[in-house]
């Protein structure tokens, strides 16, 4: 089922789509921020964004990758709706949940337009550890941005990201760069962002048609040996949240 947000001005529009809560498109200004996802995708998912959990590779063995919510049916737990003139009344909120190996799981978007003319797309994730015993989680989100792999990004350079190799995934600490990672396109910026350090590793990849800034809470942990540190696990009863936000600005 489709899901559509917008602001008052209906200049920042979202869809989402409750098989796997992927947002398939994000445009401000008729401006696509996101990969838009074509018709009949499929399980090939390289459009959008979508929640990993766990992120890259479900074990150091595992051919699969990014978990199965991307993938399983969600529910509309809440959309917020507010009138506007002369028309049908929008939602600039939706809240999506569903159940994944004993946690459940609340996902939160909204949308809206700054003073400043930015648009964003604000995220939210909740785990909650429903089994007597702890679970490991280590989420992220994977979203597919409207930038050229090889339009110039001087911000990898600081970084220390090689753009000429982002077929293969380059993963940093940005634990300590609050604003995060402020893309150049030909019409503006894209920053990505997740304020509160929830999600510090960025991974930074590409198909050759996007380029993917993805934060997460641990980077491929999954894909690596030997025993995982603690704050990978979720306690019984515990709630873990992770935040990010994805800015567009247009220049004037």
């Keep these: 089922m489709r899901v559509s947000l917008a602001n008052r001005d209906a200049s920042v529009m979202v869809d989402l789509d409750t098989d796997g809560a992927h ?12 990969v838009p996802r074509p018709p009949r995708a499929g399980n090939k998912i390289r459009s959008g964004m979508f929640i990993a959990d766990p992120f890259g590779p479900d ?11 991307r993938h399983q049916p969600w529910e509309v737990a809440e959309l917020r709706h507010y009138a506007v003139e002369a ?19 609340r996902a939160s978007y909204r949308v809206e337009e ?15 550890n429903t089994l007597d015993k702890p679970v490991r989680r280590t989420p992220g989100y994977h979203p597919y941005l409207m930038v050229s792999p090889d339009y110039p ?7 220390g990201i090689d753009q000429g190799r982002l077929d293969e995934p380059q993963i940093i600490d940005l634990s300590t760069r609050k604003r995060g990672v402020e ?7 894209i920053n990505v962002v997740s304020y509160d350090g929830s999600l510090p590793q960025y991974c930074f990849w590409s198909d050759g048609v996007s380029l993917c800034v993805e934060p997460t809470s641990h980077g491929a942990a999954n894909s690596k040996p030997g025993r995982p540190s603690k704050n990978q696990y979720i ?9 990010m936000s994805i800015f567009h600005s247009i220049r004037e």
């Design 23 to 34: 947002v398939t498109c994000f445009t401000h200004k008729d401006t696509d921020v996101l």
């Design 59 to 69: 074990s150091p063995a595992a051919t699969s990758k990014h978990g199965p919510l």
């Design 87 to 105: 028309g049908e009344p929008y939602a600039d909120k939706a809240v999506l949940t569903t159940t994944d190996r004993g946690v459940h799981v």
């Design 114 to 128: 700054m003073r400043s003319g930015s648009a964003v797309l604000s995220a939210r994730l909740a785990l909650t």
């Design 153 to 159: 990004q001087p911000i990898l350079n600081i970084l």
């Design 183 to 189: 893309l150049q396109t030909p019409e503006g910026f």
């Design 235 to 243: 306690e019984p009863g515990e709630t873990r949240r992770f935040m």
